[in-house]
């Protein structure tokens, strides 16, 4: 059965740093990386790796956020420095093998 785990949001201040960690069992994912979504219905890539080693940054992250990937752990982390308010959003997991699995999510607020 495949699982992702988040573990790591909650409240900060503007300027802050949180690092979120996601935990996968069950498959070794082609690519894993972070996703968000905010008030709106979309979710929108934060970040993602390939097990090639390919990341890939929003443009939102680029020179905030860091995504890292322990292959051997299979779990990937998010390292959020410099938060802003419109980062507030619940960030979700991803798992691609190529099909696609999803964390429960866990709540990133950015308030003073």
């Known amino acids: 059965q495949v699982q992702l785990v988040e573990s790591g949001g909650g409240l900060v201040q503007p300027g802050g740093s949180l690092r979120l960690s996601c935990a996968a069992s069950?498959?070794?994912?082609?690519?894993m990386g972070w996703y968000r979504q905010g008030p709106g219905p979309q979710r929108e890539l934060v970040a993602d790796?390939?097990?090639?080693?390919?990341?890939t940054y929003a443009d939102s992250a680029k020179g905030r956020f860091t995504i890292s990937r322990d292959i051997a752990k299979n779990t990937v982390y998010l390292q959020m420095d410099s938060l802003k308010p419109e980062d507030t959003a619940v960030y979700y997991c991803?798992?691609?093998?190529?099909?696609?699995?999803w964390g429960q999510g866990t709540q990133v607020t950015v308030s003073p």
């Open positions: 069950g498959s070794i994912f082609r690519v």
């Open positions: 790796f390939t097990i090639g080693g390919t990341i």
């Open positions: 991803n798992g691609r093998t190529p099909s696609s699995y």
